[in-house]
């Protein structure tokens, strides 16, 4: 499946959010300030989500979890499982590759105060619902928060009590895919210790337990 068919940059679907990303490309005419595009393999069996681009993050970059506090423990536990070649995610031009990863989010631009309303989850569902579809069978997805786990059962035509959303719990879904769920790397969760380097080093030993299993 094209791409095209799971992301399109000039979706403005979303008035309020076409609107916010307007106002913020005036105040920072430097900034991507645009939907933000998955990032990674095209081929891969381990698919991340996270909830929408940050400000000054994803939205200013370009990239999903880069340029902010979020994308550190991420793209270290990346490296340090053999799914990318650094462990720090800058810019776009930093050379930076993942391998049998790819990172999206369940909403595309970045929103107010980083809170998307519920009809702008459901709104945007559709990508993600056409990107799950090109996975290989028996592929692994990371659901990064609540509103990603719900995101992705929604995409697959699951009702969100389908699977309640834990730490490091596996959902097997449709297609021999699994879902794995886990707290989101972001700056709260980490300095406040709901999520360790170790916590979040078990999620990855458990996806790469999965992932050898098909």
């Known amino acids: 499946m094209p791409a095209c068919q799971y992301f399109n940059q000039d979706c403005r679907d979303c008035s309020r959010l076409a609107e916010f990303l307007d106002q913020v490309k005036s105040k920072y005419p ?22 929408a681009p940050g ?58 105060q980083n809170k998307p309303t519920g009809d702008e989850i459901k709104q945007c569902n559709h990508y993600l619902a056409a990107e799950l579809a090109t996975l290989p069978p028996h592929s692994v997805i990371l659901a990064l928060g609540s509103i990603a786990h719900q995101a992705v059962l ?16 596996v959902f097997e879904l449709p297609q021999g895919h699994y879902l794995v769920s886990s ?19 078990d999620v990855f030993r458990r996806i790469q337990d999965l992932l050898n299993q098909a």
């Open 154 to 169: 929604r995409a697959f035509g699951l009702k969100i009590t389908a699977a309640a959303f834990g730490h490091n719990r």
């Open 55 to 112: 400000m000054h993050g994803a939205n200013a970059t370009g990239r999903p979890f880069t340029g902010d506090y979020a994308g550190l423990l991420l793209y270290q536990a990346l490296y340090e499982f053999g799914f990318s070649t650094q462990q720090e995610s800058i810019a776009l031009g930093d050379g930076l590759q993942l391998h049998n990863a790819r990172i999206t989010n369940a909403v595309k631009c970045l929103p107010p």
């Open 183 to 201: 707290y989101h790397s972001s700056r709260y969760n980490v300095q406040t210790k709901r999520l360790t380097d170790e916590m979040f080093a």
């Open 30 to 51: 430097d900034y991507h300030a645009l939907p933000v595009a998955p990032f990674g393999d095209p081929n891969a069996r381990l698919l991340i989500v996270g909830l």
